[in-house]
């Protein structure tokens, strides 16, 4: 590692393994994605990081894959508190929030969890035309899109976690 790695990477390396699950689990939230990622530390750079997440994602078991989701707050309505949620669901507008939450209802009837999506860069618009599209889904089809999602936002926050200083 060189000075160029991240302070939050540096500080991800360094960790004890305890403070390491703790940091991985604000990312996500499966004991087995953190178990994966926790245990290639020390990594060489952030790259190394993502591509390590990419792997440990796409090896999520189905059930470990709910575990992942059961950690996201419903889209429009952040976890009270928890500002990495309200900030990557910066994009929508209170007028919008009703339709999301009348919307992820019917998607968690359809597809027996909530609606993930990764919401950085995106507004309540295009948030709300993807939730009407993937309403409808084949459920396997949803699944992977639920998958290709998460490992979307888990590269959002582990870039974040990564260039953050911890001082």
Do not use: K
């Not at 590692?1 to 940091?23: D, F, I, K, Q």
């Not at 440990?56 to 889209?75: K, N, Q, S, V, Y």
């Not at 899109?145 to 260039?163: F, H, K, P, S």
Request: charged share 25%; glycine share 10%.
């Amino acid at each position: 590692m060189t000075s160029s790695t991240p302070p939050g990477l540096l500080r991800l390396n360094a960790a004890v393994r305890p403070e390491a699950e703790r940091l991985l689990r604000e990312v996500c939230g499966s004991g087995s994605w953190t178990a994966a990622v926790g245990g290639g530390r020390p990594y060489a750079g952030l790259d190394d990081l993502l591509a390590a997440s990419d792997a440990a994602t796409a090896a999520l078991t189905p059930a470990e894959l709910d575990e992942a989701m059961g950690a996201h707050p419903p889209i429009g309505r952040p976890a009270p508190g928890d500002p990495v949620s309200a900030r990557e669901q910066g994009g929508v507008r209170d007028a919008e929030r009703a339709e999301l939450l009348r919307l992820n209802l019917a998607y968690q009837e359809a597809h027996g969890h909530t609606f993930l999506i990764c919401a950085t860069g995106r507004t309540g618009a295009e948030i709300l035309a993807a939730l009407r599209e993937r309403l409808g889904a084949d459920p396997a089809a949803e699944r992977g899109t639920v998958r290709r999602e998460l490992g979307m936002i888990n590269r959002v926050r582990l870039t974040r976690l990564a260039q953050e200083d911890p001082a």
